[in-house]
C-alpha cells in the first residue's frame, strides 16, 4: 500500500495530466446536448370495421301437402236408344258410389200429310176440283237419350301455400376498437455517448 501511494505522490502530475483531460471528455460526452431524431414505437387503438355474424328469424311461403275427399264422375253411358226395351251392364268398382240414370224422351216425329175429296158448287154441283186439309200423323218409333254416370268420393292430395318461420344467419359490419402500432420519430437530446452507442 505504500507502495502505491508513493508511486502516486511520485508521479501525481503525471496522473492529473492524464486523468483531468479524461475526466472532462467524459464529462462534455456525458451532458444531452444533442437533438438526435429517434423512431419510437408507440401503440394506439384505431376502429375498424368488422364482419359479424348473428342469428334472425324469417319468415317464407311453402308449399304444403294435405290430403281432402272429393267427389269423381265417371259416365260410363252416353247413347242413343230407342223408345223399346234397352238395357246396360257394368261394374262399380269403388265404395259407397252413387249411380245417377237419366233418359231425356225426345218423342216421335210429325208430318201433315195431304187428304183429297171431291165438292161440286151450286152452279156446276157435278165438276169436281180438288182441295186438302193437314191431318196430323205420328210416325217413326221415337228416340231417347240415356246418361248413366257413377259419382263416388275419392281422396285426392292437394298443397296449399303455408307460411313458416326459420332460423338464418346473417351478417352485419360493426365498428370494433383494434390495438395497432405505429413508429413516429421523435427528437430526443441525448449525449454523445448516447448517440455513439445507441
Known amino acids: 500500500m505504500s507502495k502505491i501511494k508513493s508511486f502516486v505522490l511520485k508521479h501525481l502530475r503525471i496522473l492529473l495530466a492524464i486523468f ?6 467524459a464529462i462534455i460526452f456525458a451532458i444531452p446536448f444533442l437533438t438526435v431524431a429517434v423512431p419510437v414505437t408507440e401503440p394506439y387503438w384505431e376502429t375498424v370495421m368488422k364482419t359479424e355474424p ?4 324469417e319468415t317464407y311461403t311453402d308449399q304444403e301437402a294435405y290430403v281432402t275427399t272429393e267427389t269423381r264422375t265417371d259416365t260410363v253411358v252416353n247413347q242413343q236408344v230407342g223408345y223399346g226395351g234397352w238395357t246396360q251392364s257394368f261394374k262399380v268398382a269403388r265404395a259407397d258410389s252413387t249411380v245417377t240414370i237419366e233418359v231425356n224422351n225426345y218423342g216421335g216425329g210429325g208430318y201433315y200429310q195431304p187428304r183429297y175429296f171431291i165438292m ?7 165438276s169436281p176440283w180438288s182441295s186438302w186439309y193437314g191431318g196430323w200423323d205420328n210416325w217413326g218409333g221415337g228416340q231417347s237419350w240415356a ?3 257413377i259419382n263416388y268420393p275419392e281422396e285426392v292430395t292437394k298443397y296449399r301455400p303455408v307460411t313458416k ?3 338464418v344467419t346473417r351478417y352485419r359490419e360493426v365498428p370494433t376498437q383494434v ?3 405505429r413508429t413516429v420519430v421523435q427528437n430526443v437530446r441525448m449525449s454523445v455517448w448516447q448517440s455513439m452507442f445507441r
Do not use: F, Q, W
Not at 483531468?20 to 471528455?25: D, H, T, W
Not at 348473428?54 to 328469424?57: D, L, Q
Not at 161440286?120 to 157435278?126: A, F, K, L, T, V
Open 147 to 149: 246418361t248413366v254416370r
Open 179 to 181: 390495438l395497432k402500432e
Open 20 to 25: 483531468i483531460p479524461l475526466a472532462v471528455i
Open 165 to 167: 318461420t326459420r332460423e
Open 120 to 126: 161440286g158448287d151450286n152452279d156446276h154441283p157435278y
Open 54 to 57: 348473428y342469428s334472425a328469424t
